[in-house]
């Protein structure tokens, strides 16, 4: 059971507290709290921590002049409460409390208060005497024991106080309690020699898993050095073997082929120009695709701040216009269309290009309807958004100061929003002839804070409105969707580039094919020069990745062509393309 205890004291760190604290564990008491109360006048103090279950309530008081009148007032106070705890009151304590007249028994030998009093008498009455806890804590410091020690001797004094309490079986717990405590102690003992053992041997073990580490270290720098040499020897010896090659076959070429170059330098120059000038021109278009995507993902981030600043800035403006804008409907529709408008064109949307404003298109009863904004999607299709402002409302909510008018105003604001949606929703922009759009059309807020309130006190409103075909979009939610579009504008774009890509690649394999079919004439024509042409076409159609199946592969990639490779040329470099690998 827990022992909830209440003293006259109001701070923690007065004597009366720690005495009592003291007392507690010297008599083996594990479970209390101590309340300090303040005063008598505490104890109709409702916050107080009186608890009735399983908790054991008393209360421990001075009695200063009248003993039964306190005891009636503390008995009255705990009625009135409904509170229940056992009163102990100490008597004949009108300026020293009970608990300082206790430690001052506890002081048998009276010379060092013999002493305090003598000291008094020097001080005279210019001076603050000692109160009696001074003396008996000095009498403690005097004794040479420490202060907590002495008031554990001294708890014995008021033994009886805490029977009042407990009963007879503190001794035995306080006994069972040492008993405990010395068995815990052996076997800690026990314990700890059996972890020094261990530490030994762990230590033991470290040092010569670190003598190991050390030499498999120096096993792993010198193989390291090893392998590091064997690279250059192989790389030296390969770049050697290389340059030999070159020479050999530079050598062969001169020795062969003197007699095709004199002959045929002109036309073979002639053929070989324009093959030049197309590779060099297909690899510079690659250059600049690839030096664009790379831009295009290094400038992404800043992009992306730059539209969270924009985003932030047009918050703001908005907020700052409701003044100018509250009253006129029609003021308040050109801001929004003009917030509207800011926002696509900063997001990399070109007007006239990406999109159109007040674009006119009829409907199916030939009736002419203008539509506030149409995004323009590759493939032919589009997107449509409309700008609502619904702001009077919101204004007047905003200034509102009574709660009753910001209840009016906020259902005023809510149903605006909502016979927006409706308006919106009956004009069905996307089954307008001209138009190539989803099924829903996209009602821009410019001021975020109107729409963020709406929705966060009606939860249906988003969700009526896609009923209706209508999707609710605020800035922020707008302009990552426009960045979007335009990301997929530069994707059209960079895909238009790869298409001609592919087309200059057909031209180039073209070109290849009326290259390699000229030089089978000139082979053909050329019975001198024989052996020289058999090693032209081996450099371009033998040995492992050889041009003529490199060639091939960018029309088996997807090139658009209008010719094909000689047959029997591309057999033959296929087939020695095998033998090699």
Known sequence: MKLNIFIETSKKDTNEYIFVECLCKHLGIEVYKINCVGGFSSLKNKEMDFDEKNVKNIILFDADEDIKKRRKYIEDTLSKFKRKADIFLFPNNKDSGCFEKLLENIASDTKPLEC?????????????????????????????????????????????????????????????????????????????????????????????????????????????????????????????????????????????????????????????????????????????????????????????????????????DANNLTKALKGDSKTQGDWGEAQLEVLLEKSGLEKDIHFKTQYSEKDEDGKEKRLDFVIDLPDGKNLIIDAKVSLTAYERYCSATDDTEKATFLKRHINSLKNHIKGLSDKNYQNLFGINAPDYVLMFVPIEPALYLGLQNDSTLFEEGFKKNIILVSSSTLMATMRTVSYVWKQENQKENVLEMARQCGALYDKFVGFTDDLIKVGNQMNTAQKTYQYSMNKLSRGAGNIVRRIENIKELGAETSKNINESLLKRADADSNLSE
Do not use: H, W
């Open 116 to 316: 305090f009093e003598k000291y008094e008498e020097c001080l005279g009455d210019d001076y603050a005497l000692p109160d009696i806890k001074a003396k008996m804590y000095s009498y403690v410091n005097v004794k040479g024991v420490d202060y907590e020690t002495k008031i554990k001797k001294g708890a014995a004094v008021i033994g009886g106080v805490v029977g009042f309490f407990y009963g007879k079986n503190t001794a035995q717990k306080t006994k069972e309690t040492l008993t405990k405590t010395t068995t815990q102690k052996e076997l800690l003992e026990k314990e700890n020699q059996t972890l020094k053992a261990e530490k030994q041997t762990i230590r033991e073990k470290n040092e010569t898993l670190l003598k190991e580490n050390a030499t498999l270290k120096n096993q792993l720098e010198t193989n390291q050095e090893n392998l590091k040499k064997q690279e250059e020897t192989l790389k030296n010896t390969k770049e050697t073997m290389q340059k030999e090659f070159e020479n050999l076959a530079n050598k062969i070429f001169e020795q062969r082929g003197e007699n095709l170059k004199k002959q045929n330098s002109e036309q073979l120059d002639a053929i070989l120009k324009p093959f030049k000038e197309n590779i060099e021109g297909f690899e510079k278009t690659i250059k600049i695709n690839y030096d664009s995507a790379n831009k295009d993902r290094a400038s992404l981030k800043t992009e992306i701040k730059q539209l969270l600043d924009l985003n932030q800035k047009m918050s703001e």
